[in-house]
């Protein structure tokens, strides 16, 4: 999610390590970030950030290649929607509820996808086709989930958590996901094609 980072952690020294669900363990492969590239497009008046999108390069090291059972990419989902009630998954590190800590071990969240107009209504908020809602009567995304990935049951990326509400319960606000088919042409722009 762009709203996770700036320009400035490349030079202040910010890496980026793959392959570890337990954060609070050694382990992983970590990389030096060497640019990131933000939407340059505004957070919208009403909170919402249908834009909400970065990308992380990471320095190459011939060196330090995880193996493919341990860290693989991941394909973008490419449709140009996702149907009302499909079943979608999110994962992050975030907190479980509003007075919690945020876990050390990655967490999934299972949802379903909902009507945009609904969700609109929820959150009091206009959502266009650059952002997807999903949501669940006993569980939702809590801070620190954000830029966490929304994956869908062929394991394709489908959104990046943005937002969720003021409350970490299950009160039934949709996660507002950035929908990343909508800024598949930026992607491709931005790492100069390398992601078809």
């Not at 340059?40 to 990308?55: E, Q, V, Y």
């Not at 809590?142 to 994956?151: A, H, V």
């Not at 009160?171 to 992601?195: H, L, M, N, R």
């Given at each position: 999610?762009?709203?996770?980072?700036?320009?400035?952690?490349?030079?202040?020294?910010?890496?980026?390590?793959?392959g570890?669900e337990?954060?609070?363990?050694?382990?992983?492969?970590?990389?030096?970030?060497v640019?990131?590239?933000i939407?340059?497009?505004?957070?919208?008046?009403n909170?919402?950030?249908p834009f909400?999108?970065?990308?992380i390069?990471?320095?190459s090291?011939?060196a330090?290649?995880?193996?493919?059972?341990?860290?693989?990419p991941?394909?973008i989902?490419?449709?140009?929607?996702?149907?009302?009630?499909?079943?979608?998954?999110?994962?992050?590190?975030?907190?479980?509820?509003?007075?919690?800590?945020?876990?050390?071990?990655?967490?999934?969240?299972?949802?379903?996808?909902?009507?945009?107009d609904d969700c609109?209504?929820?959150?009091?908020?206009?959502?266009?086709?650059?952002v997807v809602?999903?949501?669940?009567?006993?569980?939702?995304t809590?801070?620190?989930d954000?830029?966490?990935?929304?994956?869908?049951?062929?394991?394709?990326?489908?959104?990046?958590?943005?937002?969720?509400?003021?409350?970490?319960?299950p009160?039934g606000?949709?996660?507002?996901?950035?929908?990343?088919?909508?800024?598949f042409?930026?992607?491709?722009q931005?790492t100069?094609?390398?992601?078809?």
């Amino acid at each position: 999610a762009a709203h996770c980072v700036d320009r400035s952690m490349v030079a202040s020294g910010h890496r980026i390590r793959l392959g570890q669900e337990d954060i609070s363990k050694p382990g992983g492969w970590t990389y030096d970030i060497v640019g990131i590239s933000i939407h340059p497009r505004p957070t919208s008046g009403n909170g919402l950030k249908p834009f909400d999108i970065a990308l992380i390069k990471i320095a190459s090291d011939p060196a330090n290649v995880p193996p493919p059972s341990q860290v693989r990419p991941i394909a973008i989902y490419r449709r140009p929607d996702i149907a009302f009630g499909d079943g979608v998954s999110a994962f992050g590190w975030g907190k479980t509820s509003n007075a919690g800590r945020t876990n050390a071990l990655l967490l999934r969240v299972p949802l379903t996808i909902q009507k945009r107009d609904d969700c609109s209504k929820r959150i009091a908020a206009t959502i266009d086709f650059r952002v997807v809602c999903a949501s669940s009567p006993v569980r939702k995304t809590c801070t620190n989930d954000s830029g966490g990935p929304l994956i869908n049951k062929s394991r394709e990326l489908v959104g990046i958590v943005s937002g969720g509400g003021r409350s970490c319960s299950p009160d039934g606000v949709p996660t507002v996901f950035t929908f990343v088919p909508s800024f598949f042409q930026w992607i491709k722009q931005e790492t100069g094609g390398a992601v078809r």
